[in-house]
């Protein structure tokens, strides 16, 4: 073996590079400039002592050695200047990390799996040299002890409630500080880059991004998904999922135990308090006109984006080949259940004829208050300024589905042959004096 190179104790060669007196140098200087501080070195003399008693144990010769190492520190002056000496330590550990990175780095490239190797002998040797039934007994039979400490902590707050407010207190100024860094920050260093040097550093964060690994993720989640729903189905009953009854089991202890009076309180502070937040935004627009003008125009242009969007995905599966496009539609069809839209209307029917039983005159009182308060000078201008120029506009798009609709809606209102229909009979009997200019109720 030459002089230049030594075995790791992983096994493998590795340079010695120049850097290893510096590094021994280093740490030798930074424990220096540490124990200069006569706290700090009077604590290290101390944990050094412990050390090495209980390395020493009742061996008379470790005991000689043990107090001779210990004799054998040098007490440090104290440092004259300790602002320079922290500048001085904090240069030193940032050059001691810059090599000991640079070490690694080597070992990395000159065996890029040692360190797989060696984190999967420690999770291994951690794994089998641990019995995870006493850590569990552990957390269960600290329940009442953790308790205990909570409850205590919860005693003991009263009485340093001064103490806890100025902790408290000190988070505005923390929020602040770290506020003003930012500001600081982006002012002076992304707010003055060009915009394609912006774009240029997130186009090259994102370019050494291992996307294809991210995609593979997202199909282990995703197949993880597929798996808990499947293993639901397996489990049910055969017409429950096994998943829906744990859900309903777990809200059952929750519904049992819950004060619905005041989750609904919670509930309408919840939204009061959105509503407080919206009425505050009015009020700035108000007072701020051209912060009004901007987020309304934002708005415009975010529905735009959304649109123009919604037009590519349109787009796209009009574009869609033949053989893929008749899947899809087959996918559709297989997918949407008819029977639960066709149940969703009759249940929303039958609610509606329920209500309209127990409260016949509900619909009417609730649109004549909506009406009441309506100013119909208001809405005479609003329509006639809208409605003429609506299908104006309008015309030129409508008017080529005008035959089909109007014969549609014949066809609709013409009884079957052989059926009689007498509502429907009136009910077109009255459309036509209406449309021939006479009285309705003739």
């Known amino acids: 073996m030459s002089p230049s190179s030594s075995i790791s104790p992983a096994g493998h060669s590795r340079e010695k590079t120049a850097d290893d007196a510096e590094m021994a140098s280093l740490l030798g200087s930074i424990l220096s400039k540490i124990l200069s501080n006569e706290d700090l070195q009077h604590s ?9 008693s209980e390395w020493a144990g009742q061996n008379p010769f470790k005991r000689l050695s043990a107090f001779l190492a210990a004799n054998a520190i040098p007490t440090l002056p104290p440092a004259e200047d300790k602002d320079q000496l922290r500048s001085e330590m904090a240069a030193e ?8 990175w640079q070490r690694r780095a080597h070992e990395f490239r000159e065996n890029p799996q040692q360190a797989g190797v060696q984190a999967a002998a420690f999770i291994t040797e951690f794994l089998e040299n641990t019995d995870f039934s006493e850590w569990k007994a552990m957390i269960e039979n600290s329940r009442e002890s953790r308790l205990h400490l909570f409850r205590t902590i919860n005693e003991l707050i009263p009485e ?3 103490k806890l407010l100025v902790g408290m207190a000190t988070l505005p100024a923390l929020i602040s500080i770290a506020a003003n860094g930012l500001k600081i920050f982006l002012e002076t260093q992304l707010k003055v880059m060009p915009p394609d040097m912006l774009f240029e550093i ?52 929750i519904a049992g135990d819950l004060d619905l009076e005041k989750m609904t309180e919670a509930r309408i502070a919840g939204a009061e308090r959105r509503e407080a937040i919206e009425n505050a935004m009015s009020d700035v627009m108000t007072r701020f006109p051209e912060f009004a003008e901007k987020k309304l125009s934002g708005r415009a242009a975010v529905f735009n984006a959304r649109l123009r969007a919604a037009r590519n995905r349109l787009k796209t599966i009009s574009d869609l080949p033949e053989e893929n496009f008749n899947r899809f539609l087959k996918e559709v069809e297989n997918s949407f259940d008819a029977l639960e839209l066709a149940d969703l209307i009759t249940i929303s029917t039958d609610l509606i004829v329920r209500v309209m039983e127990t409260r016949p005159h509900l619909v009417a009182e609730t649109t004549g208050k909506i009406a009441a308060t309506i100013d119909p000078d208001s809405l005479e201008e609003a329509g006639s300024a809208l409605i003429p120029d609506f299908f104006r506009a309008i015309k030129p798009a409508l008017t080529p589905l005008m035959p089909s609709l109007i014969h549609g809606l014949c066809d609709l209102a013409t009884p079957e042959d052989g059926e009689e229909d007498g509502e429907t009979t009136e009910a077109l009997t009255r459309l036509g004096r209406l449309l021939g200019g006479q009285n309705v109720d003739q």
């Open 93 to 100: 550990i940032g050059r001691l990390l810059m090599y000991h």
């Open 44 to 52: 290290f003399r101390q944990v050094l002592q412990t050390v090495l």
């Open 160 to 162: 340093y409630h001064g």
């Open 202 to 253: 997130n186009s090259g964060i994102n370019e050494q991004i291992d996307w294809t690994e991210i995609s593979r993720v997202i199909n282990d989640y995703n197949d993880l998904k597929t798996r808990v729903h499947v293993g639901s189905s397996l489990a049910g009953d055969g017409v429950t999922p096994a998943l829906q009854s744990l859900a309903a089991a777990i809200l059952s202890g």
